[in-house]
């Protein structure tokens, strides 16, 4: 008997990472997940469209729950998104489609074909991110929706900012890096880059900036954020997150300049 399959199309090359180093981790019998971004399908961009179309459509019908992840919205995939709802909600497909940000979009959630508690739960995966939050809602999916009884933990809140640095732990805070690893009368730089990079493992790039910098004989301040903008929770001052990083408490910056990653 076939495999039971779970479709996961989202537009973050960084959630692919994720998904891949989740399943790598789980056992044999547990839920088959096909994972792709619909704008690197191995399609003839001469062709257009229609190709796209009928290949994304070609893997739901090999799929038994699909679950979306949009940045933009439906305009995502302009060619194909009302065809894949419409054949979902004909066939009794589960059809979970979130946002690719934090804030709810109406139109996705009107064409999900399962219920409001159930979408939400898969986007507070989605959005708190990492190997674990992957790998349990994969498996959240498949007890739910295919009757396996593998058993998964709820989603499990990650920081939404922090400080990386491949010789330091996960835990480290910003006043411990810099006592720990700043040498005074050395130009400091600050890198900021997505959080997504850090929850997916994608450091290598990162790491490679890092130490180029110090080479150079430079302090490194690297801070990964979800957004320059704000985090998800939080009062307003809990909201400056970066600000409270890159300035000490004296109210001096730390750092000399920044290297800002996030717009590539």
Not at 91 to 102: K, M, R
Not at 198 to 226: T, Y
Not at 250 to 257: A, C, F
Request: net charge negative; glycine share 8%; with cysteine.
């Amino acid at each position: 008997m076939r495999q039971k399959s779970i479709l996961f199309i989202t537009t973050a090359d960084t959630d692919i990472l994720t998904a891949e180093r989740a399943l790598s981790g789980m056992s044999q019998d547990s839920p088959r997940v096909t994972a792709v971004n619909p704008g690197s399908l191995p399609i003839d961009s001469v062709r257009g469209g229609d190709d796209l179309a009928r290949e994304i459509m070609a893997l739901a019908y090999e799929s038994e729950v699909i679950v979306l992840r949009l940045l933009g919205g439906r305009r995502a995939m302009p060619d194909t998104f009302d065809d894949l709802a419409r054949y979902c909600r004909i066939n009794g497909v589960p059809l979970i489609a979130c946002p690719g940000h934090q804030e709810w979009d109406e139109a996705l959630a009107a064409a999900c074909t399962v219920s409001a508690a159930e979408v939400k739960t898969v986007f507070a995966y989605l959005i708190q991110g990492g190997v674990q939050n992957f790998r349990s809602l994969f498996l959240c999916l498949s007890d739910t929706y295919f009757g396996t009884t593998h058993g998964y933990e709820a989603p499990t809140p990650l920081p939404w900012e922090g400080i990386y640095h491949p010789d330091f732990g996960e835990s480290i805070d910003v006043e411990s890096f810099v006592s720990r690893h700043f040498r005074p009368g050395r130009p400091s730089v600050g890198i900021l880059f997505y959080r997504a990079h850090w929850m997916s493992g994608n450091l290598a790039p990162i790491d490679s900036l890092i130490r180029s910098l110090e080479r150079m004989g430079a302090n490194v301040l690297p801070m990964f954020a979800f957004s320059l903008r704000h985090r998800l929770d939080g009062d307003e001052e809990a909201r400056r997150p970066l600000t409270q990083q890159l300035v000490g408490p004296e109210g001096l910056p730390r750092v000399h300049s920044i290297i800002n990653t996030k717009g590539i």
